[in-house]
C-alpha cells in the first residue's frame, strides 16, 4: 500500500477548516493529520507532527500565515508550504513567493484546485493558482527590462564591482580607497 502524504489544515474559521478537511480526506493519497485556528498553536502543531505539507491562511490569530512560514524556514523543517488565502494583493503573493512557498491559492478556487496543487507539490513542483498567472508574467517581463537596461555589468572586473558595492553602500572615494588598498 502506498503511504498517505500527512496535511495540516490550518484556517481560523472552524467551517472553511472542516471544508477543507473533507477535501483533501475525500482523495486516497493524503490523510488530515492535524488542524488549527490559531497561528501560533499551528507552528507548534507542525513542529510536533511534521506533516508533509501545511495548508496556510495567511490571516490567523496570534501569528499569520507568513509568520509561521518564516519559522518553518528557520527551523528548517522540511514541510511543504501552500497558501491557501481570500487576499487577493500583489504584495502578499510576491511575500509568500519570496519567503518560498511551494503553493498558493485563492479560497474561493479551494474546491476545484486544492486537491491539484497539493498533487503538484508532492511530484515537486510548484503550484500557482491562475488568479496570479499575470502577476508572474508581468514581473518576467519587468525583469527583462532591467536586464536589457543593465548590460554591460558582465563585462566588469572583480574590482571593479567592489567598488560599485562600495560607492552603494555610501562610502567616500577615501574610504574605498582604503578598504581596497
Do not use: W
Not at 3 to 26: A, S
Not at 133 to 151: C, I, Y
Amino acid at each position: 500500500m502506498n503511504k498517505k502524504h500527512t496535511i495540516i489544515i490550518v484556517d481560523d474559521h472552524p467551517i472553511v477548516r472542516e471544508g477543507l478537511i473533507n477535501i483533501v480526506n475525500n482523495d486516497s493519497t493524503f490523510s488530515v493529520v492535524g488542524n488549527s485556528g490559531d497561528g501560533a498553536e499551528a507552528i507548534t502543531l507542525i513542529d510536533k507532527i511534521k506533516p508533509d505539507i501545511a495548508v496556510l491562511d495567511i490571516s490567523l490569530p496570534n501569528k499569520n500565515g507568513l509568520q509561521i512560514i518564516r519559522e518553518i524556514k528557520e527551523k528548517k523543517l522540511s514541510t511543504k508550504i501552500v497558501v491557501l488565502t481570500m487576499y487577493k494583493e500583489e504584495e502578499y503573493f510576491e511575500e509568500a513567493i519570496e519567503l518560498g512557498v511551494n503553493g498558493y491559492l485563492i479560497k474561493e478556487n479551494a474546491l476545484k484546485e486544492l486537491t491539484e496543487c497539493l498533487h503538484k507539490i508532492i511530484e515537486g513542483k510548484t503550484y500557482i493558482c491562475s488568479e496570479f498567472s499575470d502577476v508572474l508574467v508581468k514581473q518576467r517581463n519587468e525583469l527583462k527590462s532591467f536586464n536589457s537596461k543593465t548590460q554591460g555589468l558582465e563585462n566588469l572586473s572583480k574590482t571593479e564591482i567592489k567598488v560599485l558595492k562600495l560607492i552603494s553602500q555610501n562610502l567616500t572615494s577615501k574610504q574605498i580607497a582604503n578598504e581596497l588598498f
